[in-house]
């Protein structure tokens, strides 16, 4: 019995051990099927997350090898425009796959804002980071919010989108109905953006409006919050609005200090939105067309994430954050750093550090491994610098001073060149500013040519004369108004208009004071006295006081209309005629004349000597 007993034992002992190697060869398989579990599910979340250079983590959207930092330094126009499409351009051919605009500007042309925002939207590269660095108002303002993500550098300012006109450096009036077509494009620029990019739509609309009043609140159970005006607060909370002694004093500065009523516009009801997708107002005091232009302009792009909080689920479900009365809608938004963290509208660089100040912190924000700037080019900046209303109007006055010397002396070639290069300085910059157009450069030569004419051609001053100043000067007042349609329709294109009409007034009232002085003192100007024959001599270089025969008080000595004389030089059909000992500059009637025809004057003036050929008996010659 015992035998059988110790072999009964035996045998279960090895039945054990086989028992409890199955057992961890299972364990082992199930410990090696969490791993690949766990594995499968870790990977995709490494793929989201990249470890920076630096040691951070950067999300997948903003992670970037090759960042390209696009630089809007100054005002926003039609050159920054072309500047910044050439620099995208630039980047993405080169291979990169992070964009960073950095902003430091005082905002611009609105049409030229547009313009930059649709480039940065239609992007294959999407990821196309704002930096703040340290200012961004106005345009730059709208600009930021159409990027994917917004940073921020130390004392980073970004808002004040409120639309103004300015001519020749000083604030033009804006009526009500002028402010509101403005705003139509910015407010839906500014909403599009934001239902793209996750922001509020609400809260940028108080960039570019007065009378924005907003209270901050969140979901009761999910903690979501949103900006709500006065009509929505009560239907979010289901309670009323808080009286002016019970909201404390509002987040944002405002115009008063804090103690004043809202604005006739913040107060308002603000209008339902008008389709289930449309153009929430934040404030009213807009038109039905403006918002039916709206919303318009918001079809096609992203949807609205605004709930409605007159929904059962939404109604009274939310309550008042922390000093959540945000503005009372007396002054437009502009928010300091800290506050573009708050509200959710810029992105800390890490959990640690909020701000990015140099370009190594920026590096280690997009990942990236190449990082490049493109600034604007030597030659963008000069053609910036060359479309300024002052510069111009000193090219106008080299322009006309140089051409009424060149046509009261011909044959100096100097002047013409000279007055050719400043034509050719007003224009171009002007049309690759997107400030001139062909027939505003046609305008400008017919009427050069027409005034040439009339000049050297077609005696007196009829329709060529007259003309020809109309088409020239009209041509230059063009090239300072936007080309963005064929009349001044804007405040913008209107504001254009002014500053050129009020230049070039200016600059030809100074051409012309400036063409008395040459009359007068031509003689003794260096170089240019050196340039034409005297009066008494007939030599050129002379010292004598003959200058710009045809100009001065006495023109020609002793010439009258009747004398006869002989043209020393070819007439073609201007040049140099000799009455007795007198050589005086002339005009002749017919457009060419050989040099030793006999000649008579037929008019002797103040601005001009011409002359007719006669026939002398057998030809005679000088």
Partial sequence: MSGLSTSAGMRSDAERARRLAARRVRRFAGALLMVSVALGLIAPQAAEDAQAPGGSIVPAARQAENVAIITIDRE??????????????????????????????????????????????????????????????????????????????????????????VAMGMLMELNAEEREKILSPIL???????????????????????????????????????????????????????????????????STGGSATPSAEGAQPAPEPSS?????????????????????????????????????????????????????????????????????????????????????????????????????????????AMSGFLVRGVLIVVFLVALFIEMTSPGLILPGSIAALALVLLIAPAFLNNMASWWEIAAILVGIASILIEIFIIPGFGVFGVGGMLLLFGGLVGTFVTNDGLFPDTAEERSGLVTGVVTILLATITSVAAMWGISKHFGTLPVLGRMVLTGESGQIEGEGPGVLAAMADDPVGHVAVG??????????????????????????????????????????????????????PGGARA
Avoid at 571 to 583: D, K, T, V
């Fill in 76 to 165: 926003i126009d039609a050159m920054m425009v072309r500047s910044f499409e050439r620099r995208l351009t630039k980047a993405l051919d080169s291979g990169a796959n992070g964009i960073v605009v950095e902003l430091d500007t005082p905002g611009g042309e609105v049409g030229a804002v547009l313009e930059i925002c649709e480039l940065i939207k239609q992007s294959p590269v999407q990821n196309i980071v704002a930096w703040v660095h340290p200012q961004a108002y106005s345009g730059g303002a709208i600009i930021a919010i159409a990027c994917r993500e917004i940073c921020i550098s130390d004392g980073a300012t970004l808002g004040d989108a409120l639309p103004i006109a």
């Fill in 188 to 254: 839906a620029e500014l909403v599009g953006s934001a239902r793209l990019r996750g922001h509020d739509e609400l809260l940028v609309q108080g960039f570019a409006r007065l009378g924005v009043e907003l209270w901050w609140v969140e979901h009761s159970e999910t903690g979501e919050r949103y900006f709500v005006n006065a009509q929505e607060y009560q239907d979010a909370t289901g309670v009323a609005v808080p009286g002016p002694g019970q909201r404390g004093s509002p987040r944002l500065a405002s």
């Fill in 276 to 384: 289930e997708q449309g153009f929430r107002s934040a404030a009213g005091g807009l038109s039905p067309s403006t918002l039916k232009e709206i919303d318009v302009t918001l079809e096609g792009g992203a949807k609205t994430q605004r709930p409605d909080f007159r929904d059962a689920e939404h109604r009274g479900k939310y309550r008042e954050v922390s000093r959540g009365y945000i503005s009372d809608g007396t002054a437009v938004f502009t928010f300091k750093g800290d506050q573009l963290l708050e509200f959710g509208l810029a992105t800390p660089r890490s959990a640690t550090d909020a701000t990015v100040s140099n370009d190594t912190e920026l590096a280690s924000f997009m990942g990236a491994t190449n990082m490049r700037r493109l600034n604007e080019t030597w030659s963008e900046r000069m053609v910036k």
């Fill in 563 to 616: 004398d006869e004389g002989v043209a020393v030089t070819v007439l073609r059909p201007s040049g140099r005629a000799q009455f007795g000992e007198e050589i005086v500059d002339v005009v002749s009637e017919l457009p060419f004349v050989e040099a030793g025809t006999p000649v008579r004057v037929t008019e002797a003036g103040s601005m001009r000597v011409a002359v007719e050929p006669i026939d002398k």
